[in-house]
């Protein structure tokens, strides 16, 4: 029987020169009730870089975002942002759920929806207005703001999720698996729109994903979790030039390669070979 020749080697990401970490996990644990989830998560995210995580479904990546929120205590290690060791949410950090229809209130405009985090941030009513709808525009709904949530198609309702994240003006944003709940015309379309904010903002943003191609497409850098208890399988960098494009990108050799090379990591060939 003919073997399958071993995907292409991806060289393992070193840090970037020179730059600043923003998010510094360190031997993170966490489980629930005894039973061990994460075992000892260590990892940087740089100043302006776009990580993506991926790892088997149940893995814990929406437990690992939970943690380095401060939206979950874990049992040890370290969760550092900006070198401030996180106990509660930090003030510098925008969230996006996958479930937009439960993290946005349905009585409330999505003017409102936007503006909502922003009362506890020390700025007038006025700056925040301002910037509800400054991020608003920015995702392409300036018109919609009178608008109640549920009067939105799926792919706008995430939008408004985008823009109130994006209003908070974080330094980091976190995203677990945003675009997973919207048919694949939207997705795309949402992967594009993150690109672009994400470079005209100057952001830093990790990406939990169970899509090997969205990782790849959006990152500048892959983690690939194990199987539980979760650990680091592997941090990939993906050397695909930027500015990217959905057709042109996703049709290079390279993209393939990295693709199996992501494949693997996530252990699809040993289920593969039995
Ligand atoms: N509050 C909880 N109490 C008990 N167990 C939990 C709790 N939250 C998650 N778990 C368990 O921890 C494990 C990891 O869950 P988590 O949702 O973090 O994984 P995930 O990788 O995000 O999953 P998916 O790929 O399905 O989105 C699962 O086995 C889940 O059942």
């Not at 479930?99 to 009585?107: A, Q």
């Not at 703001?145 to 209003?167: E, F, T, Y």
């Not at 694949?184 to 992967?191: G, N």
Request: proline share 7%; aromatic share 6%; charged share 25%.
């Amino acid at each position: 029987m003919a073997e399958t020749a071993p995907p292409p080697a991806v060289a393992p990401a070193a840090a970037p020169a020179g730059r600043t970490p923003i998010l510094e996990v360190d031997g993170l644990r966490k489980g629930y009730g005894g039973d061990p989830v994460l075992d000892g998560i260590s990892l940087q995210v740089f100043e302006g870089e776009f990580v993506s995580v991926v790892g088997p479904s149940g893995c814990g990546k929406t437990t690992m975002l939970r943690c380095l929120a401060g939206l979950l205590p874990f049992e040890s290690g370290t969760v550092r942002i900006d070198g401030a060791a996180v106990t509660g949410p930090p003030a510098t950090l925008g969230i996006v759920f996958q479930d937009y229809s439960r993290s946005l209130l349905p009585w409330l405009s999505v003017r409102d929806n936007v503006r909502l985090p922003l009362r506890y941030q020390a700025i007038s009513k006025k700056q925040a207005a301002a910037q509800a709808d400054e991020a608003l525009e920015s995702v392409g709904l300036a018109a919609d703001g009178h608008k109640r949530p549920w009067q939105l198609s799926g792919g706008m309702q995430q939008r408004v999720a985008i823009a109130r994240a994006l209003a908070y003006r974080p330094r980091l944003l976190l995203m677990d698996e945003p675009f997973a709940s919207v048919d694949a015309q939207t997705r795309v379309e949402l992967e594009d729109l993150m690109l672009r904010l994400w470079s005209e903002r100057a952001m830093t943003i990790a990406f939990v994903t169970h899509d090997i191609d969205e990782a790849i497409y959006l990152g500048d850098r892959i983690v690939a979790l194990t199987r539980r208890p979760t650990g680091i399988r592997e941090t990939m960098t993906v050397d695909l030039p930027r500015p990217r494009d959905q057709i042109a990108t996703k049709a290079t050799e390279r993209f393939a390669e990295l693709r199996a090379s992501v494949f693997t990591a996530l252990g699809h060939h040993e289920e593969a070979a039995g």
